[in-house]
């Protein structure tokens, strides 16, 4: 029978599985060259290491409170910087917004590890026991050992934790600011760059670490009611942060494989066979060169006569199926010798596409977004993005353009006999 004692108990598991689905995502799925890959990982593994102290604690599993809890505290302060540290990952690529030197914020963090761990070591068996059931509430019947370990608690919750939100939050003000300023002379600023997902994350990862704080001190065993609604803000916050912040590594690779010097005004019509290097490490495959021209022919020709990416399904599986070559062979292709990923070269020649429906008179009255759908992009936010990429300017910015050249062009006028 289902009971509040049992309701606690679930809602404290699902946060943890949630975030380590989250971490398991980003640690086996290949990187792609994409360097918020590992900040991003990280993150989750912090939130999901603070969430399983956080159920140990209110399961009573005594010997892990023993054993991990000097990581407890470090893991919730080293968070913050951790997302700091992976929206410099974001931008670093181009404009590097958040460029400054980060190893600094993880001070808080680390001086409160060396700290909790001397205090431990200070301890007999009866002190540590008394400390780790009190949860670091000072009170006047500890002894000074005991009250120095909880005094360094309340410096890390108390003091570090909400100068980080303050000093982060004003931060991140100011540099979105600079983005939105930086935006306005330059379209293809950060293209891969969505501020409303990166807001999201912004105050899912604050309110995690403000109901994990809270929850230390505010929730007693005995509360269940107070201690469920804790462990739903933490699914709810975790959850939005993994989901979101996942989506945005996506569009990153997307992205990542569109190059400006690409950019031509018609889809190409001829085949164009780069270098082919010698090897590479990082492929269990290997296959000769007249392969590699026979699959690139057969690639290119395909792309261009069938345009099967106006299928927004379109994997790598089906490409390589249809132009009889392997995945693996087709992805050592695309990715070594002609230096894109799958969703660069993919959406490209999307891109190329809407350029054409854009200029056609017949299409001015469809939207952006039927736009996107007939030229094969899946969602509003990757068309916008590579499309900023490829071109400079943003779909409508395009269109306006275009229609304002076309408008502007003389008529002709037939000479009369």
């Known amino acids: ?186 379209p293809a600023y950060l293209p891969h760059f969505q501020p409303l997902w990166s807001h999201i994350i912004l105050f899912s990862v604050i309110g995690f670490l403000v109901l994990g704080a809270t929850m230390r001190f505010s929730a007693p065993d005995y509360n269940h009611l107070l201690t469920a609604f804790f462990n739903i803000g933490l699914l709810i916050s975790g959850g939005l942060a993994g989901y979101f912040s996942l989506r945005q590594d996506h569009l990153n690779i997307e992205v990542a494989g569109i190059k400006m010097d690409e950019a031509t005004d018609d889809i190409a019509t001829e085949i164009n066979l780069p270098f082919i290097p010698k090897s590479d490490n990082n492929y269990a495959v290997r296959i000769d060169d007249d392969e590699v021209i026979k699959i690139i022919f057969n690639l290119q020709h395909y792309l261009v006569e069938k345009k099967p990416y106006l299928n927004n399904k379109l994997s790598i599986v089906d490409l390589a199926r249809t132009i009889v070559t392997t995945k693996q062979k087709l992805t050592y292709v695309i990715n070594v010798v002609m230096e894109t990923n799958f969703y660069g070269m993919i959406n490209k020649y999307r891109v190329l596409e809407a350029k054409e429906l854009l200029k056609r008179p017949e299409n001015q009255n469809y939207t952006i977004d039927v736009i996107s759908q007939m030229a094969g992009f899946q969602s509003k936010s990757s068309f916008n993005a590579c499309f900023k990429k490829l071109t400079g300017n943003t779909p409508s910015e395009f269109r306006k353009n275009h229609r304002r050249v076309r408008i502007g062009k003389p008529k002709m006028v037939t000479p009369v006999n």
């Open 1 to 186: 029978m289902l009971n509040l004692d049992n309701l606690n108990i679930i809602l404290l598991i699902l946060p943890v599985y949630q975030l380590m689905f989250y971490v398991v995502q980003l640690v086996t799925l290949k990187k792609n060259g994409n360097p918020s890959r590992r900040p991003l990982g990280l993150l989750m593994f912090l939130m999901w290491i603070y969430l399983v102290m956080n159920a140990a604690g209110y399961l009573r599993y005594s010997y892990l409170d023993e054993y991990l809890y000097c990581l407890q505290l470090p893991a919730l302060l080293a968070i913050m910087p951790t997302y700091y540290l992976y929206l410099r990952a974001v931008s670093i690529t181009s404009g590097e917004m958040f460029s400054k030197p980060w190893k600094v914020v993880y001070l808080p963090a680390g001086f409160i590890f060396l700290l909790q761990v001397a205090t431990l070591l200070t301890m007999n068996a009866e002190q540590s026991v008394s400390f780790l059931a009190s949860g670091g509430s000072l009170s006047v019947n500890s002894d000074v050992t005991i009250r120095f370990a909880m005094m360094v608690s309340m410096l890390g919750y108390v003091v570090f934790l909400p100068s980080q939100l303050l000093i982060f939050s004003f931060q991140y003000v100011r540099k979105m600011r600079m983005l939105a300023g930086s935006r306005k002379n330059n």
